[in-house]
């Protein structure tokens, strides 16, 4: 490993771990890497080639088991959203919403029709998803969603509107949360039924390897088994997010190994004064201060995906892991963009895109707020939220 590995945490890994993080680290250094500083700048991204390419190393649903999907341990998946992050927090969500939301919300809410209908092509990346549950008026609090379901004989008919909802302008089936009579349900929507409409979301100054899309339902028409049976109330979105949330902990602290390396390499290289930047007592100050937080984001990714693997993991102890890596993948972000100067904002090294991304990651899956929010709820007793 590198000089980052400060606590030798390599040996901690099964052979079986580190080989599939090699794996995807070889994959992303082939099909990611070389390309994403042109997608981020051009706002696009080769979003179903890269699905089937990540498909055919399975990673598309990797933590679930059936259905075509890998059936890998939580902690091989973090490993994958970690080496994926590394490249581009954009080309992590595209697996993570696929695999973590959509996936995860088929194959744990759906019949089994649904899942023989949409695992198997979701799995191999021949099917995209996304996962609808933010709205133009409710975004930190779902509860409060104004998309309707309502009854129309066997059928359902869904009325509203969904905002940035990742992957959705080429989404072949949304998981849908809307409110019925009966409180929130899931739906498996495919795009291209009547009244659906995806809008790409432009503009945006993060994530920009990633498609963001609102989502217009008017008057959908879908049959009674378009509806997730086991879905009842808000809970079941939640527990999806809490699926998605422990990618991201893993996730961010690949995007700041990536700052890391790429500023440790640059400070020894570049000299001012008639020194390498890294020989300043300011600049090592900095790098050791940074590199610190990184090896307690590791510990702190891994010991929640050993807790996940032995079915304890509480989604509070999640909201740890989430509240503190993004909060600190974003700060060693930020830092390393100062050490390369002008460089720093420059395209042709990753530090400020990343440091751009995890804007984003900072926001969604809970906002960092919501997140101090459950745990002070678990540390007080008291929910500050209603
Ligand atoms: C690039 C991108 C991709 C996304 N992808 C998806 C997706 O695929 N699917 C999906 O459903 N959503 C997605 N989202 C939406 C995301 O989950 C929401 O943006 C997020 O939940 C916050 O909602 P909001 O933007 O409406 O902010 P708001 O809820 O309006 O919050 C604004 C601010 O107020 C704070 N705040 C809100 N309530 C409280 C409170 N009770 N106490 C203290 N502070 C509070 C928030 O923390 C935040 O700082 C995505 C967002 C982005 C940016």
């Given at each position: 490993m590198t000089a980052l590995d400060l606590l030798d945490l390599d040996p901690s890994l099964t052979e079986e771990e580190r080989q599939i993080r090699d794996v995807v680290r070889r994959l992303v250094d082939d099909r990611v890497r070389p390309y994403v500083a042109d997608w981020y700048e051009e706002g696009r991204v080769p979003a179903r080639e890269l699905a089937r390419e990540f498909g055919k190393l399975g990673l598309?649903?990797?933590h679930l088991t059936g259905y075509g999907c890998a059936g890998a341990s939580a902690v091989a998946y973090g490993l994958a959203c970690q080496e994926l992050e590394a490249a581009d927090s954009g080309v992590r969500s595209l697996v993570s919403v696929q695999g973590s939301l959509a996936m995860y919300a088929i194959w744990r809410f759906g019949s089994e029709e649904q899942k023989q209908r949409w695992l198997p092509p979701m799995a191999t990346g021949e099917a995209i998803g996304c996962f609808g549950l933010t709205e133009p008026d409710h975004g930190s609090d779902p509860g409060s969603m104004a998309t309707r379901a309502r009854r129309d004989g066997d059928d359902w008919v869904l009325t509203g509107g969904k905002m940035w909802i990742t992957n959705a302008p080429i989404a072949d089936v949304a998981v849908i949360w809307a409110r019925t009579d009966d409180g929130v349900r899931g739906f498996a929507v495919?795009?291209?039924?009547?009244?659906v409409t995806a809008r790409e979301i432009r503009?945006?100054?993060?994530?920009?390897?990633s498609l963001t899309g609102e989502i217009v339902l008017d008057d959908v028409r879908l049959p009674a088994d378009a509806q997730l049976p086991e879905a009842v109330g808000l809970k079941a979105p939640l527990s999806c997010l809490t699926e998605a949330r422990h990618g991201i902990v893993w996730g961010a602290v690949g995007a700041a190994r990536d700052c890391l390396e790429t500023t440790l390499a640059y400070a020894t290289t570049r000299t001012q004064f008639g020194r390498p930047?890294?020989?300043f007592q300011l600049t090592q100050a900095k790098l050791a201060d940074m590199a610190v937080e990184l090896v307690k984001a590791q510990l702190l990714a891994l010991h929640l995906g050993r807790l996940a693997d032995a079915g304890r993991l509480r989604p509070d102890q999640v909201s740890v892991g989430k509240l503190n890596n993004v909060r600190e993948a974003l700060a060693i972000a930020r830092q390393c963009r100062t050490i390369l100067g002008a460089n720093g904002v420059s395209g042709e090294y990753p530090v400020l895109r990343h440091a751009n991304n995890l804007e984003s990651v900072l926001t969604y899956e809970g906002t960092s707020e919501i997140h101090q929010l459950i745990v002070g709820q678990r540390l007080t007793g008291l929910s500050a939220f209603a």
């Amino acid at each position: 490993m590198t000089a980052l590995d400060l606590l030798d945490l390599d040996p901690s890994l099964t052979e079986e771990e580190r080989q599939i993080r090699d794996v995807v680290r070889r994959l992303v250094d082939d099909r990611v890497r070389p390309y994403v500083a042109d997608w981020y700048e051009e706002g696009r991204v080769p979003a179903r080639e890269l699905a089937r390419e990540f498909g055919k190393l399975g990673l598309l649903g990797m933590h679930l088991t059936g259905y075509g999907c890998a059936g890998a341990s939580a902690v091989a998946y973090g490993l994958a959203c970690q080496e994926l992050e590394a490249a581009d927090s954009g080309v992590r969500s595209l697996v993570s919403v696929q695999g973590s939301l959509a996936m995860y919300a088929i194959w744990r809410f759906g019949s089994e029709e649904q899942k023989q209908r949409w695992l198997p092509p979701m799995a191999t990346g021949e099917a995209i998803g996304c996962f609808g549950l933010t709205e133009p008026d409710h975004g930190s609090d779902p509860g409060s969603m104004a998309t309707r379901a309502r009854r129309d004989g066997d059928d359902w008919v869904l009325t509203g509107g969904k905002m940035w909802i990742t992957n959705a302008p080429i989404a072949d089936v949304a998981v849908i949360w809307a409110r019925t009579d009966d409180g929130v349900r899931g739906f498996a929507v495919p795009m291209d039924t009547p009244g659906v409409t995806a809008r790409e979301i432009r503009r945006k100054m993060s994530l920009r390897a990633s498609l963001t899309g609102e989502i217009v339902l008017d008057d959908v028409r879908l049959p009674a088994d378009a509806q997730l049976p086991e879905a009842v109330g808000l809970k079941a979105p939640l527990s999806c997010l809490t699926e998605a949330r422990h990618g991201i902990v893993w996730g961010a602290v690949g995007a700041a190994r990536d700052c890391l390396e790429t500023t440790l390499a640059y400070a020894t290289t570049r000299t001012q004064f008639g020194r390498p930047l890294a020989a300043f007592q300011l600049t090592q100050a900095k790098l050791a201060d940074m590199a610190v937080e990184l090896v307690k984001a590791q510990l702190l990714a891994l010991h929640l995906g050993r807790l996940a693997d032995a079915g304890r993991l509480r989604p509070d102890q999640v909201s740890v892991g989430k509240l503190n890596n993004v909060r600190e993948a974003l700060a060693i972000a930020r830092q390393c963009r100062t050490i390369l100067g002008a460089n720093g904002v420059s395209g042709e090294y990753p530090v400020l895109r990343h440091a751009n991304n995890l804007e984003s990651v900072l926001t969604y899956e809970g906002t960092s707020e919501i997140h101090q929010l459950i745990v002070g709820q678990r540390l007080t007793g008291l929910s500050a939220f209603a």
